[in-house]
């Protein structure tokens, strides 16, 4: 059964201290990799994303990387304002059937 | 572009009701989706449309969920009867190439 899964569930960072949060999957045949961050009360806005192992993207202090078993976002010197959960997702048969992690809830305090 | 459009942001019913909620797709977009997102379960796919017809509606979780795509620019998911444990915040997306945009969603609260 294809699977996603995220850790931690919940993190807490201080102002400038950086640090990776994880998505490991289970999916036949990767098509694609997405990242997502969510903030309170919105829908998931798009950040990233990628297809294929040693694939590497990245947007101000985010770099999302990608490998056979697993994903990660790192966060460098990271802002209050970066405060959300990320969501990952992973897809096999194209990119409708989106299979998203449970999220990781990113609290970054001054 | 005004992202995707969903209507209303909040809606409070009454077991047994009648809901339909609303989502205008990113002009151009001949994907939508649409998705539920519950603190146990997550973002889960219900159902999807291209270019306006059903393609696959596996995730539906009961025969009282029904959606429509009645032209490009608009789409419905109805709920009836519904019941408390339809409470939820219902999401609609859609896509051209690749990523999936989002809207902001609609906070479902079932009495």
């Known amino acids: 059964e294809d699977q996603v899964t995220q850790s931690p569930e919940a993190l807490r960072l201080q102002e400038g201290e950086s640090s990776s949060l994880n998505c490991s999957y289970t999916?036949?045949?990767?098509?694609?990799l997405f990242w997502y961050r969510q903030d309170p009360g919105k829908g998931p806005e798009f950040l990233f994303t990628?297809?294929?192992a040693g694939e590497e993207k990245e947007k101000e202090r985010l770099k999302a990387t990608l490998t056979k078993k697993e994903s990660f976002l790192h966060i460098t010197a990271p802002k209050p304002e970066d405060s959300a959960t990320y969501l990952c997702?992973?897809?096999?048969?194209?990119?409708?059937?989106?299979?998203f992690g449970a999220g990781t809830r990113l609290a970054v305090h001054p | 572009d005004a992202g995707v459009i969903q209507s209303p942001r909040h809606e409070v019913t009454e077991m047994g009701q009648e809901v339909t909620l609303r989502c205008k797709p990113i002009?151009?977009?001949?994907?939508l989706f649409w998705y539920r997102q519950t603190m146990m379960r997550g973002l889960e796919l219900l159902i999807y449309f291209n270019n306006n017809v059903p393609i696959d509606d596996s995730g539906m979780p009961e025969d009282r969920f029904s959606a429509k795509m009645p032209n490009a620019s608009f789409s419905t998911l109805k709920i009836q009867p519904s019941e408390p444990r339809d409470s939820a915040v219902y999401f609609c997306a859609s896509r051209y190439t690749g990523e999936q945009y989002f809207g902001p969603g609609t906070r479902l609260t079932v009495t």
């Open positions: 997702a992973a897809t096999s048969g194209g990119y409708n059937k989106l299979i």
């Open positions: 990628l297809y294929s």
């Open positions: 002009s151009g977009h001949d994907y």
């Open positions: 999916v036949s045949g990767l098509r694609g």
